[in-house]
């Protein structure tokens, strides 16, 4: 079994405790709790079958899992969070999940852009003024606006904490330019700050001049 938290396989033999649920009329349910004989962390999985016979289907419970990307490890951790618990709670509450999204969108402008702290919608015409983003991202953060109504619903640019109403597929396009704006800012930077290292070395083990900063 590889193990959700760790990434990592381990021997699940002894090391299963079943619980058997009570059958409904839908069928057959139990709960296997797994311990990571790596990371020492708990898996629950949820099994169903509609004879005790039949094929079983199996859902992990627990921890909650996502089809997005993983967060990259370059982005920084208080943003990272917000990400991560906006892409837990998607499908449950697109509302929160975009005011989350709002809010790491604000983090990057104000921390990295050092744009000036104001509504969301303002920040967005400063960044987009300085004409300094690639054209993809610049359309991206622009149809925010489009998609999120700004015009309409003032609030969410104003105070992207509160939990309001979102647009049909507006949580899920937050997430995607997120995930453009990660790349960019954090996880090509990392890339070229690597690659120059790598190279530094070499030249170094050549005694040659290395690369400028």
Same mark, same amino acid.
Request: proline fraction near 5%; hydrophobic fraction near 35%; charged fraction near 25%.
């Given at each position: 079994?590889?193990?959700?938290?760790?990434?990592?396989?381990?021997?699940?033999?002894?090391?299963?405790?079943?619980?058997?649920?009570?059958?409904?009329?839908?069928?057959?349910?139990?709960?296997?709790?797994?311990?990571?004989?790596?990371?020492?962390?708990?898996?629950?999985?949820?099994?169903?079958?509609?004879?005790?016979?039949?094929?079983?289907?199996?859902?992990?419970?627990?921890?909650?899992?996502?089809?997005?990307?993983?967060?990259?490890?370059?982005?920084?951790?208080?943003?990272?969070?917000?990400?991560?618990?906006?892409?837990?709670?998607?499908?449950?509450?697109?509302? @929160?999940?975009?005011?989350?999204? =709002?809010?790491? +969108?604000?983090?990057? #402008? &104000? %921390?990295?852009? *050092?744009?000036?702290?104001?509504?969301?919608?303002?920040?967005?015409?400063?960044?987009?003024?300085?004409?300094?983003?690639?054209?993809?991202?610049?359309?991206?953060?622009?149809?925010?606006?489009?998609?999120?109504?700004?015009?309409?619903?003032?609030?969410?640019?104003?105070?992207?904490?509160?939990?309001?109403?979102?647009?049909?597929?507006?949580?899920?396009?937050?997430?995607?330019?997120?995930?453009?704006?990660?790349?960019?800012?954090?996880?090509?930077? @990392?890339?070229?700050?690597?690659? =120059?290292?790598? +190279?530094?070395?070499? #030249? &170094? %083990?050549?005694? *040659?001049?290395?690369?400028?900063?």
């Amino acid at each position: 079994m590889i193990c959700p938290f760790c990434s990592i396989g381990f021997n699940i033999t002894g090391s299963t405790i079943t619980i058997q649920l009570k059958d409904d009329s839908q069928g057959h349910w139990r709960i296997e709790q797994r311990v990571c004989t790596e990371c020492g962390k708990m898996n629950l999985t949820l099994f169903y079958s509609k004879s005790k016979l039949g094929e079983e289907t199996e859902t992990i419970i627990y921890p909650r899992l996502s089809n997005r990307p993983q967060c990259p490890i370059e982005v920084p951790q208080d943003i990272a969070e917000d990400y991560n618990e906006a892409v837990l709670i998607l499908n449950d509450s697109p509302k @929160a999940s975009a005011a989350l999204s =709002r809010r790491c +969108l604000q983090h990057i #402008l &104000e %921390d990295v852009e *050092k744009v000036k702290p104001a509504n969301l919608s303002v920040e967005i015409d400063e960044i987009l003024s300085r004409k300094a983003l690639p054209s993809h991202l610049s359309e991206s953060i622009d149809a925010i606006r489009a998609i999120g109504n700004f015009a309409a619903h003032p609030t969410k640019s104003s105070a992207t904490r509160e939990i309001i109403a979102v647009e049909s597929g507006e949580a899920e396009w937050l997430l995607s330019v997120l995930e453009g704006l990660f790349d960019y800012y954090f996880v090509q930077p @990392a890339k070229t700050v690597k690659r =120059r290292e790598e +190279l530094n070395k070499k #030249l &170094e %083990d050549a005694n *040659k001049k290395s690369l400028k900063s």
